[in-house]
């Protein structure tokens, strides 16, 4: 086998990759620039600069490349939700950088497609799970059960503490990104006095 053989699956698979970032930069800059609901596959494909077979190689809908730009941000956010293990923080501390963490994050994350939509823009969401999302429950969750274990939280279902979490999280952040200017601080506070109010009617650990 001659070694411009053995290197081809390599090439071809550096190709892969950067033809789905390229996509997906594209589909940033548009979606921020004309919106969602406006945006077409076809003015994501101008701005790539690839043929249309290319595209839909990788994506068939502009549903399909909103997804895994949701799927990239989560896998970007779980190392930063990971690193707040272990630190020894209480239930409350914990809970609070979680959530201004994620506010930020998605600030950051928004922040060339906010300024240049108007304010009450709704944001468009996922249909169903990605991997990368599936992830980061799984990361919130396992860190609220290490909690419930050490008794340093409120005594009940992970799960549904976790699911609890992440949809006051995603729908303040949603209202937060429509908001100008955009307030992670104040979005930070409400979350997580809903969370923690919420929370105090659970039952606590005995013992």
Known sequence: MSQVAFLNPGKREQT???????????????????????????????????AAGTFYNYYRSKE????ALADDGAKRFAPILKSLRGKGYSFEDFVHRAISAYFNFIADEHHNWVSGRPA???????RGETPEMAAVFAEIRDALA???????????????????????????????LERRPV?????????????????????????
Do not use: W
Not at 64 to 67: G, I, P, S
Not at 120 to 126: A, I, L, S, W, Y
């Open 146 to 176: 290490e909690d419930i274990a050490e008794r340093k939280g409120p005594f009940a279902d992970p799960d549904y503490m976790a699911a609890a979490c992440i949809a006051i999280a995603r729908d303040v952040g949603d209202k937060m």
């Open 16 to 50: 892969k990759v950067a033809n789905r970032q390229a996509i997906l930069d594209a589909a940033r800059e548009v979606f921020g620039e004309l919106g969602y609901e406006t945006a077409t596959v076809r003015d994501i494909i101008r701005r790539t600069g690839l």
């Open 120 to 126: 009450g823009e709704p944001q468009p969401h996922v």
């Open 64 to 67: 399909e490349v909103f997804a």
């Open 183 to 207: 307030d992670t601080a104040g979005a930070t506070e409400f979350a997580v006095t809903m969370i923690l109010g919420g929370l105090k009617g659970l039952p606590k650990a005995s013992g």
